[in-house]
């Protein structure tokens, strides 16, 4: 273990408990990166961090102008002089984690990690898998995560108190997220979601350990099988984009995997009933916005436009081929190529709000 560089893959190493009682094993002289709303919602953070007598801690303001270079160069200036054998621990949501994490691959070509997720959506995966990444203004547009790097933390501190202040709409999508690779990936566990939905914790142990077992096996992303965690995030991030941000990432996402459920039933790949106990239990479980949301949204863009973003994000082959990420069963994904034909004949029933 010693012999590994700070950032490089290992396994994930989860603490639960009270932030306090986590936070006093913090080395002294670390720098901390806090979200401003959440170390004034829990005024505990705070008072546990200066205790250890940290190097610094900075207030970042969380969302994606987290993510600017004005705030890593304020992290980058706070930790200069952190010992390479020095710790960063971030507390806050996934905006908050990622900048922080490509500081800890810079800051002295490395320093440890412990990431201390506040949101849902950060406990069940951003805090996880060792990406980090800042946003970009080009030509005076934001390019969301063009520049990153992977750094693994060293340890993950979850803090169930910390969870109480998040919102309805924050909970839903961090659930539709963790309810995304149990459908994906966990036949058993979804069967068993769906006739009792888990408590927080379970969710969140769940996911963590879902993801934790894909990126074991591909934790730089060489051989493609990180891909399988995108199930949904096709037509999701068309959703968010046409949504102008709006709509938030994770019920996009949820939407997204209504969408490929029915591209892959019109491909014969998704099971019919599968699809339908699938979606049924996004609605009854984690509350997947309906069908209509997806139809209101869709209307305020063209088939032209949508292919844009499509190829923007990547998501396209050469002729025009969608690769995306759809079930074979519950709890098995394939990533397949998808001709524009196959989703554009069920735009009609979309824009309706109709199941194709
Ligand atoms: N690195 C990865 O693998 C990965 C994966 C998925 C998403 N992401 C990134 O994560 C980001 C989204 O993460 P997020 O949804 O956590 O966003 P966020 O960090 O912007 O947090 C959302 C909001 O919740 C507030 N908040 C945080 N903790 C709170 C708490 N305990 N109580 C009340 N409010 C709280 C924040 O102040 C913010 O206003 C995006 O930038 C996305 O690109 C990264
Ligand atoms: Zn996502």
Not at 180 to 205: G, N
Not at 224 to 239: A, C, D, E, K
Request: charged residues 25%.
């Amino acid at each position: 273990m010693n012999a590994l560089p700070p950032g490089a893959y290992r396994p994930a190493s989860d603490r639960w408990g009270p932030f306090p009682r986590l936070c006093a094993n913090l080395p002294e002289g670390s720098l901390a990166v806090v979200d401003r709303k959440v170390a004034r919602l829990h005024p505990s953070v705070l008072q546990s961090l200066r205790a250890r007598e940290p190097r610094a801690i900075v207030q970042l303001t969380g969302g994606e102008g987290a993510k600017s270079f004005t705030a890593l160069e304020q992290v980058l200036a706070a930790g200069l002089s952190l010992p390479r054998s020095g710790t960063l621990v971030a507390i806050g949501g996934g905006t908050i984690g990622d900048v922080s994490t490509v500081a800890a691959h810079l800051l002295k070509r490395g320093v440890r990690l412990v990431q201390v997720p506040t949101t849902l959506l950060a406990a069940v995966d951003s805090s996880l898998g060792g990406k980090g990444a800042v946003d970009l203004t080009v030509r005076g547009r934001v390019v969301k995560n063009p520049v990153g790097v992977f750094h693994y933390a060293e340890e993950a501190w979850l803090c169930p108190e910390l969870y109480t202040t998040l919102s309805d709409t924050q909970r839903r999508e961090g659930a539709l997220e963790a309810w995304k690779m149990v459908a994906s990936l966990d036949a058993k566990r979804f069967r068993a979601y769906t006739r009792r939905p888990p408590a927080l914790q379970r969710l969140v142990k769940d996911a963590r350990q879902l993801k934790e077992s894909i990126c074991a096996e591909d934790p730089y992303e060489l051989q493609g099988l990180r891909r399988v965690l995108n199930f949904g995030h096709t037509f999701g991030h068309v959703l968010e984009s046409v949504s102008n941000f709006r709509l938030s990432h994770g019920d996009a996402v949820g939407l997204g995997m209504l969408c490929a459920l029915d591209v892959g039933r019109h491909l014969g790949l998704t099971p019919e009933d599968e699809a339908r106990q699938v979606e049924e239990a996004l609605e009854r479980g984690p509350g997947v916005l309906g069908r209509k949301r997806t139809a209101a949204l869709l209307k305020r863009a063209d088939l032209g436009e949508v292919t844009e973003l499509l190829i923007a994000d990547k998501k396209t082959g050469s002729a025009g081929e969608l690769r995306m990420v759809l079930l074979t069963a519950v709890g098995s994904a394939e990533v397949r190529d998808v001709p524009a034909e196959a989703w554009r004949a069920l735009w009609p029933a979309w824009l309706q709000g109709k199941r194709p």
